[in-house]
């Protein structure tokens, strides 16, 4: 009798438990979890960036006693001037992923996204003064350096001399390989440790506004539908970068940490907000949820692949980083036309 | 029994899973989801090759195949057979490709087996809406693409909209089937730009793979808007430009780079003007408002290139067939809608159309050419809808500029035919109003800004510039035409809005400098005020007695109360004119003529003596009835003395009210006010060495300067008044060739180089030396015929001024 129970009930749940995923579907968005991943990364990148202006005031002080007299300073205090910049290299490595983790949700969302061009996305206003972000980086000189662009990219080409202006004239070896080759370079101290304060301090200002940020279904839409369909533009970096072209890129930024690896940090934040609204495009249409979530895992492993094939030791050329940008780009644009047409549907709004 | 039990619980998991998987498997089985499978099979084929590894590709080929025979394979061949076909044969050339090694032609090939599938997918949603299916219309809709989603556009939700209404019975089949066709076809049309787009630039790179993926996309794109391609153009133009298609993908695969470029010129002049989908109401408005400009924008720029029958200005004549192009295209955007409202009057603009492009290839006569304009626009004001037109009309500099910002987005998304169209917009705004200004008041600066709009600006800029090779900045025609770089295009742009800021300083020339303004108020103020000062010196002087002396005081009073009445009548004025302010420059030409009216009356009256010295005398006799014999003052007298003073004062307050408004519209009232503080200052301190000090002053010499400064406050107001009026197109505009004048000419002297304002200046100066000579013709004739009038009229200007002066 009583595995007659046992069999039943069994048989009952077997019946009941396929139709449970479509009448018992939660069409609620859960913009909680966004958030609290949006906040565990701000977290990190506020607490990293200000571990870095340790090192860069230790470099900065070094500097300054030998009057910013770099070949002097390296003479002098070769052990320490090599142990805070490896620590500063270290270190902007470290939170470096931080941002390009939670990018998608900050570029996307409208009132974070001024936190991107700042930290992560504008180009300078040398490169281009129309589009480049009106930000000052106050120096400890006193001097100001005006629409630097993105102050990541200001420490990377400050950290490994990308940037002629932003290091010292001085080739030394600074990781001791016995060569003077990438990277051996000696930052401008004014420079690096303006812009690491900056970072430090634009870093907290986004965690208070993270922490403020109250999501809802537009904004996260909103940060698919603006996110989504950036693919050419970061492959585009990418194929002009060390990664691709090597010692003769055109491309100063991007040259420490594959520009792929950001992309896959980028997708794995625009997961994150999908899953929180995916409840409210199965519940209208399983078809098109199915299309998008399964959208966004290919071309996530799609760029995973190329990255895994990359960390290989596969250098592609300019013309086949170009093929995979399209082909990525292809895909994000589908995405996005069904996320438009999901927002259309659910009767939310797009913002500008 | 046990054994039973555990064969029960088996048969149930098993059950337990098949029914879980089959939501899933249901899912990963539907046509959008077994293409895109199909599509990314076919990229992995083109990537391994790509990469080397040749056996994966062949591996990607098969399971690619396979999946299409067994998935989509039988639905194509039922019900899109052709379109079943077409695919079979592009997976054959892509297999032997694959074989061949030829990566070039294997990615033309998959670009034609994926543009198969969208085809495919459009043609069975539509079916499926007929056969009422909407269900399967909808799922078969989720195998498609979209336009670019971007900052400024998200793709348009049109075709899902109206599936999903149709399904739930709140729409009509023709609705939805509408909506569909119109978004497919606009989204593929976009998606041939871009990749037309993408082909140039992966060729430009030297990237031969990619530009061969796009040449495929291209061709498989204009092949799904085919049927739309033949119903505009006819199935010779469809059948003519499917083999140029095809004679790019040989080229693409031949890496023929000369012929590449040759074919792709004649695609995009094959394309050039197609418009799959309508457009909508707000576009189609826009268009007919572009129609009604451009028309007359033809016979004016082939007007400025013909001269006697012969062309003298190739430039002109080339921007009149541009903009003949461009209204034949946005009369063709728009002729299905002018047919509905009048059939034959649409042809008939089509005709006049054609006739204008005869006219201009024969280098007709001018004034021809504009009667067919004219004759269009007639037609137009017939059977454009009334509210279409509305939009045509405006010329301001921020819709100008907000035009031209769209040419980087254009460009951006390699719709340079939509850059063209708004840049072509933009330069007719300018052309039907502020050019025809600048080329009166600052040619060199129209000139300029004509060069930038089209094959290159006149002033030399960075040193690399290319376009006209010869280091100036290249124009925006040239630019778009040659596809050139989004840098390039926002550089001319920048420059061009640079231009735009200077030019509006030119036109805002007409507005006078602050300083001219305060020293033009301050003159105007002190001389109307001397004047006072002068009457009421006189009248006050001429009652010595100590009888007499009682009336002055009415007499003051009634000059300080004209002093209060002029301050409530420059209020009343200036409350008028604020709520003429919608006027805008208009109320600023209005009230500028009445203030060169009230200069001409000052002038006229200082250069006729007669009427001063005559209005002197009325003064003094109206004051001689009040007074004379009589020792004590009534209330009646009071009253006469008090309005006496009043009158005499006020007159010259109103005359400085009336002047004054022209200038507070021109200047603003601080600015103004300034002056009037000043020139108050010297009539105090004429008033007070009058009547305080009692001290001699050279009033008649005083009153010929002040004389001569008004009559320069003349000039100038009338050569600002023209300017005023060429710009609100009350005056016409005719440029004295070869005169360029400078700035500061116009800011302080109103000095601008149109026959019309030139002219005006000379007639004002004219008319107040004449009026002076004419003055003293008539004096000289009374003082011939009549000494002894003559001699009584001077002992009585004597009598105005002396008693002035023995007062004083």
């Given at each position: 009798m009583k595995s007659k129970v046992i069999l039943l009930a069994v048989m009952l749940s077997v019946l009941i438990l396929p139709f449970s995923r479509v009448f018992g579907a939660d069409d609620k968005a859960d913009l909680d979890a966004v958030k609290t991943y949006l906040l565990g990364k701000a977290n990190d990148l506020a607490d990293g960036s200000k571990l870095l202006t340790e090192s860069t005031d230790a470099y900065y002080e070094l500097a300054k006693a030998a009057k910013f007299d770099y070949a002097q300073l390296w003479k002098d205090k070769?052990?320490?001037?090599?142990?805070?910049?490896?620590?500063?290299?270290?270190?902007?490595?470290?939170?470096?992923?931080?941002?390009?983790?939670?990018?998608?949700?900050?570029?996307?969302?409208?009132?974070?996204?001024?936190?991107?061009?700042?930290?992560?996305?504008?180009?300078?206003?040398?490169?281009?003064?129309?589009?480049?972000?009106?930000?000052?980086?106050?120096?400890?000189?006193?001097?100001?350096?005006?629409?630097?662009?993105?102050?990541?990219?200001?420490?990377?080409?400050?950290?490994?001399?990308?940037?002629?202006?932003?290091?010292?004239?001085?080739?030394?070896?600074?990781?001791?390989?016995?060569?003077?080759?990438?990277?051996?370079?000696?930052?401008?101290?004014?420079?690096?440790?303006?812009?690491?304060?900056?970072?430090?301090?634009?870093?907290?200002?986004?965690?208070?506004?993270?922490?403020?940020?109250?999501?809802?279904?537009?904004?996260?839409?909103?940060?698919l539908v603006v996110m989504v369909p950036t693919m050419s533009e970061y492959f585009g970096s990418w194929k002009i970068s060390r990664f691709v072209e090597g010692d003769d890129a055109t491309g100063k930024n991007f040259s420490v940490i594959s520009r792929l690896s950001d992309i896959t940090g980028i997708l794995s934040s625009l997961q994150v907000i999908y899953d929180g609204v995916s409840p409210l495009i199965e519940a209208k249409s399983p078809e098109q949820h199915e299309q998008i979530n399964q959208g966004l895992v290919d071309l996530k492993a799609f760029v995973e692949d190329i990255l895994k094939q990359e960390n290989d030791g596969k250098r592609f050329k300019p013309e086949e980083a170009d093929i995979f940008g399209t082909e990525a780009q292809d895909r994000a644009q589908t995405i996005t036309g069904q996320i438009t047409q999901a927002a259309a549907l659910l009767d939310i709004t797009i913002q500008e | 029994m046990m054994k039973r039990m555990r064969w029960t619980i088996c048969t149930v998991l098993a059950c337990m899973l098949v029914l879980f998987a089959l939501p899933v498997m249901a899912q990963s089985d539907t046509p959008q989801a077994n293409a895109e499978q199909i599509r990314q099979q076919l990229f992995t084929v083109q990537s391994k090759l790509m990469l080397g590894d040749t056996t994966a590709a062949t591996t990607a080929m098969q399971s690619a195949s396979d999946l299409y025979n067994s998935s989509l394979k039988p639905i194509f061949s039922k019900s899109v057979p052709d379109v079943a076909t077409s695919i079979d044969k592009g997976f054959k050339q892509a297999s032997d490709a694959l074989q061949a090694g030829d990566g070039l032609t294997l990615a033309i090939a998959r670009g034609g087996i994926w543009t198969d599938f969208l085809n495919a997918s459009s043609q069975l949603a539509v079916q499926a809406i007929k056969a009422n299916d909407g269900k399967t219309a909808a799922e078969w809709l989720l195998l498609r693409e979209f336009t670019a989603s971007t900052k400024f556009s998200r793709p348009n939700s049109d075709a899902t909209k109206a599936i999903q209404a149709f399904i739930a019975g709140d729409g009509k089949a023709e609705d939805a089937l509408a909506a569909i066709h119109n978004d497919l076809l606009d989204s593929y049309q976009a998606q041939l730009t871009t990749s037309l787009a993408n082909a140039d630039d992966a060729h430009r790179n030297g990237f031969d793979l990619r530009q061969a993926e796009e040449v495929g996309l291209a061709a498989g794109y204009f092949n799904i808007l085919a049927s739309t391609y033949a119903e505009q153009r006819g199935d010779a133009a469809l059948k003519q430009t499917t083999q140029v298609f095809n004679a790019l993908e040989r080229v693409a695969i031949s890496g023929d780079k000369y012929s590449y470029e040759l074919n792709m010129e004649t695609v995009q002049a094959a394309l050039k003007g197609f418009r799959a989908a309508p457009l909508s109401e707000t576009d189609q408005a826009r268009r007919a408002g572009q129609l009604i400009r451009f028309v007359d924008l033809v016979s004016i720029e082939y007007k400025r290139g013909i001269r006697d029958g012969v062309v003298v200005k190739d430039i002109e004549i080339q921007e009149a067939t541009t903009f003949l192009e461009a209204s034949t295209a946005a009369f063709n955007d728009i002729s299905q809608t002018l047919e509905k409202q009048d059939v034959d009057k649409a042809s008939r603009v089509a005709t006049l159309l054609a006739q204008m492009k005869t006219q201009i290839q024969t280098t007709a006569d001018p004034n021809a050419l504009q009667a067919s304009g004219d004759s269009i626009q007639t037609i137009l004001k017939d059977i454009v809808p009334a509210k279409w037109q509305q939009v045509a009309s405006t010329s301001d500099m921020d819709v100008i500029v907000s035009i031209l910002d769209q040419i980087p987005l254009a460009v951006k998304g390699n719709q340079y035919d939509l850059a063209e169209s708004a840049r072509l917009e933009a330069y007719g705004l300018l052309e039907l109003g502020m050019e025809q200004r600048l080329r009166?008041?600052?040619?060199?600066?129209?000139?300029?800004?004509?060069?930038?709009?089209?094959?290159?600006?006149?002033?030399?800029?960075?040193?690399?510039?290319?376009?006209?090779?010869?280091?100036?900045?290249?124009?925006?025609?040239?630019?778009?035409?040659?596809?050139?770089?989004?840098?390039?295009?926002?550089?001319?742009?920048?420059?061009?809005?640079?231009?735009?800021?200077?030019?509006?300083?030119?036109?805002?020339?007409?507005?006078?400098?602050?300083?001219?303004?305060?020293?033009?108020?301050?003159?105007?103020?002190?001389?109307?005020?001397?004047?006072?000062?002068?009457?009421?010196?006189?009248?006050?002087?001429?009652?010595?007695?100590?009888?007499?002396?009682?009336?002055?005081?009415?007499i003051i009073i009634g000059a300080l109360l004209a002093f209060v009445a002029t301050g409530l009548t420059w209020w009343a004025a200036n409350a008028l004119l604020q709520t003429m302010l919608p006027l805008g420059e208009r109320l600023e030409a209005i009230v500028s003529l009445i203030a060169i009216g009230v200069l001409l009356i000052i002038t006229n009256w200082f250069f006729h003596k007669v009427y001063w010295t005559g209005w002197m005398a009325g003064f003094h006799s109206k004051k001689r009835n009040l007074v004379n014999g009589v020792a004590v003052i009534t209330a009646g007298q009071m009253l006469g003395l008090i309005i006496l003073g009043f009158t005499s004062i006020y007159r010259e307050g109103f005359e400085s009210v009336l002047f004054m408004q022209s200038l507070v519209l021109e200047a603003g009232l601080s600015i103004v006010l300034q002056g009037v503080a000043l020139g108050l200052v010297g009539v105090a301190i004429v008033g007070v060495i009058t009547f305080t000090l009692q001290r001699k002053l050279p009033y008649k010499k005083m009153l010929v300067v002040t004389g001569v400064m008004i009559g320069f406050v003349l000039l100038t107001m009338v050569g600002n008044t023209v300017h005023v009026m060429q710009v609100v197109g009350w005056l016409p505009i005719n440029p004295i060739i070869g005169v360029n004048l400078p700035l500061w000419m116009g800011q302080w002297l109103g000095l601008f180089a149109t026959w019309q304002g030139i002219g005006f200046q000379i007639a004002a100066a004219a008319f107040v030396i004449g009026s002076y000579v004419w003055a003293e013709h008539m004096n000289k004739g009374r003082r011939e015929s009549k000494p002894a009038v003559k001699e009584a009229k001077e002992q009585k200007e004597q009598v105005v001024v002396s008693s002035v002066e023995s007062h004083a």
């Amino acid at each position: 009798m009583k595995s007659k129970v046992i069999l039943l009930a069994v048989m009952l749940s077997v019946l009941i438990l396929p139709f449970s995923r479509v009448f018992g579907a939660d069409d609620k968005a859960d913009l909680d979890a966004v958030k609290t991943y949006l906040l565990g990364k701000a977290n990190d990148l506020a607490d990293g960036s200000k571990l870095l202006t340790e090192s860069t005031d230790a470099y900065y002080e070094l500097a300054k006693a030998a009057k910013f007299d770099y070949a002097q300073l390296w003479k002098d205090k070769q052990k320490e001037v090599a142990v805070a910049i490896e620590a500063a290299k270290k270190q902007w490595i470290v939170i470096s992923p931080f941002y390009e983790q939670m990018e998608g949700i900050v570029a996307g969302v409208p009132s974070l996204s001024n936190y991107d061009a700042i930290i992560d996305a504008s180009p300078s206003g040398e490169e281009d003064p129309d589009n480049a972000v009106d930000f000052t980086v106050d120096l400890p000189s006193g001097d100001k350096l005006e629409k630097p662009g993105a102050l990541f990219n200001v420490l990377e080409s400050t950290l490994w001399g990308t940037e002629p202006k932003y290091v010292s004239d001085a080739k030394i070896d600074v990781d001791g390989d016995g060569k003077i080759g990438f990277g051996d370079e000696l930052p401008d101290a004014n420079i690096l440790k303006g812009t690491a304060d900056a970072l430090a301090s634009q870093a907290a200002e986004l965690l208070k506004s993270a922490t403020a940020w109250e999501p809802n279904e537009s904004d996260a839409f909103t940060a698919l539908v603006v996110m989504v369909p950036t693919m050419s533009e970061y492959f585009g970096s990418w194929k002009i970068s060390r990664f691709v072209e090597g010692d003769d890129a055109t491309g100063k930024n991007f040259s420490v940490i594959s520009r792929l690896s950001d992309i896959t940090g980028i997708l794995s934040s625009l997961q994150v907000i999908y899953d929180g609204v995916s409840p409210l495009i199965e519940a209208k249409s399983p078809e098109q949820h199915e299309q998008i979530n399964q959208g966004l895992v290919d071309l996530k492993a799609f760029v995973e692949d190329i990255l895994k094939q990359e960390n290989d030791g596969k250098r592609f050329k300019p013309e086949e980083a170009d093929i995979f940008g399209t082909e990525a780009q292809d895909r994000a644009q589908t995405i996005t036309g069904q996320i438009t047409q999901a927002a259309a549907l659910l009767d939310i709004t797009i913002q500008e | 029994m046990m054994k039973r039990m555990r064969w029960t619980i088996c048969t149930v998991l098993a059950c337990m899973l098949v029914l879980f998987a089959l939501p899933v498997m249901a899912q990963s089985d539907t046509p959008q989801a077994n293409a895109e499978q199909i599509r990314q099979q076919l990229f992995t084929v083109q990537s391994k090759l790509m990469l080397g590894d040749t056996t994966a590709a062949t591996t990607a080929m098969q399971s690619a195949s396979d999946l299409y025979n067994s998935s989509l394979k039988p639905i194509f061949s039922k019900s899109v057979p052709d379109v079943a076909t077409s695919i079979d044969k592009g997976f054959k050339q892509a297999s032997d490709a694959l074989q061949a090694g030829d990566g070039l032609t294997l990615a033309i090939a998959r670009g034609g087996i994926w543009t198969d599938f969208l085809n495919a997918s459009s043609q069975l949603a539509v079916q499926a809406i007929k056969a009422n299916d909407g269900k399967t219309a909808a799922e078969w809709l989720l195998l498609r693409e979209f336009t670019a989603s971007t900052k400024f556009s998200r793709p348009n939700s049109d075709a899902t909209k109206a599936i999903q209404a149709f399904i739930a019975g709140d729409g009509k089949a023709e609705d939805a089937l509408a909506a569909i066709h119109n978004d497919l076809l606009d989204s593929y049309q976009a998606q041939l730009t871009t990749s037309l787009a993408n082909a140039d630039d992966a060729h430009r790179n030297g990237f031969d793979l990619r530009q061969a993926e796009e040449v495929g996309l291209a061709a498989g794109y204009f092949n799904i808007l085919a049927s739309t391609y033949a119903e505009q153009r006819g199935d010779a133009a469809l059948k003519q430009t499917t083999q140029v298609f095809n004679a790019l993908e040989r080229v693409a695969i031949s890496g023929d780079k000369y012929s590449y470029e040759l074919n792709m010129e004649t695609v995009q002049a094959a394309l050039k003007g197609f418009r799959a989908a309508p457009l909508s109401e707000t576009d189609q408005a826009r268009r007919a408002g572009q129609l009604i400009r451009f028309v007359d924008l033809v016979s004016i720029e082939y007007k400025r290139g013909i001269r006697d029958g012969v062309v003298v200005k190739d430039i002109e004549i080339q921007e009149a067939t541009t903009f003949l192009e461009a209204s034949t295209a946005a009369f063709n955007d728009i002729s299905q809608t002018l047919e509905k409202q009048d059939v034959d009057k649409a042809s008939r603009v089509a005709t006049l159309l054609a006739q204008m492009k005869t006219q201009i290839q024969t280098t007709a006569d001018p004034n021809a050419l504009q009667a067919s304009g004219d004759s269009i626009q007639t037609i137009l004001k017939d059977i454009v809808p009334a509210k279409w037109q509305q939009v045509a009309s405006t010329s301001d500099m921020d819709v100008i500029v907000s035009i031209l910002d769209q040419i980087p987005l254009a460009v951006k998304g390699n719709q340079y035919d939509l850059a063209e169209s708004a840049r072509l917009e933009a330069y007719g705004l300018l052309e039907l109003g502020m050019e025809q200004r600048l080329r009166g008041f600052a040619p060199d600066m129209a000139a300029e800004i004509e060069g930038l709009f089209w094959q290159g600006g006149t002033m030399p800029h960075d040193a690399d510039d290319v376009g006209t090779g010869d280091g100036v900045t290249p124009g925006l025609a040239y630019l778009i035409a040659t596809r050139a770089p989004l840098a390039q295009i926002k550089s001319t742009i920048a420059i061009l809005k640079t231009t735009f800021v200077q030019a509006q300083q030119i036109m805002d020339a007409g507005k006078s400098t602050p300083t001219i303004v305060i020293s033009n108020s301050a003159i105007i103020v002190f001389r109307e005020g001397l004047e006072a000062v002068l009457i009421l010196a006189s009248l006050l002087a001429s009652l010595r007695s100590l009888e007499e002396r009682q009336f002055r005081r009415p007499i003051i009073i009634g000059a300080l109360l004209a002093f209060v009445a002029t301050g409530l009548t420059w209020w009343a004025a200036n409350a008028l004119l604020q709520t003429m302010l919608p006027l805008g420059e208009r109320l600023e030409a209005i009230v500028s003529l009445i203030a060169i009216g009230v200069l001409l009356i000052i002038t006229n009256w200082f250069f006729h003596k007669v009427y001063w010295t005559g209005w002197m005398a009325g003064f003094h006799s109206k004051k001689r009835n009040l007074v004379n014999g009589v020792a004590v003052i009534t209330a009646g007298q009071m009253l006469g003395l008090i309005i006496l003073g009043f009158t005499s004062i006020y007159r010259e307050g109103f005359e400085s009210v009336l002047f004054m408004q022209s200038l507070v519209l021109e200047a603003g009232l601080s600015i103004v006010l300034q002056g009037v503080a000043l020139g108050l200052v010297g009539v105090a301190i004429v008033g007070v060495i009058t009547f305080t000090l009692q001290r001699k002053l050279p009033y008649k010499k005083m009153l010929v300067v002040t004389g001569v400064m008004i009559g320069f406050v003349l000039l100038t107001m009338v050569g600002n008044t023209v300017h005023v009026m060429q710009v609100v197109g009350w005056l016409p505009i005719n440029p004295i060739i070869g005169v360029n004048l400078p700035l500061w000419m116009g800011q302080w002297l109103g000095l601008f180089a149109t026959w019309q304002g030139i002219g005006f200046q000379i007639a004002a100066a004219a008319f107040v030396i004449g009026s002076y000579v004419w003055a003293e013709h008539m004096n000289k004739g009374r003082r011939e015929s009549k000494p002894a009038v003559k001699e009584a009229k001077e002992q009585k200007e004597q009598v105005v001024v002396s008693s002035v002066e023995s007062h004083a």
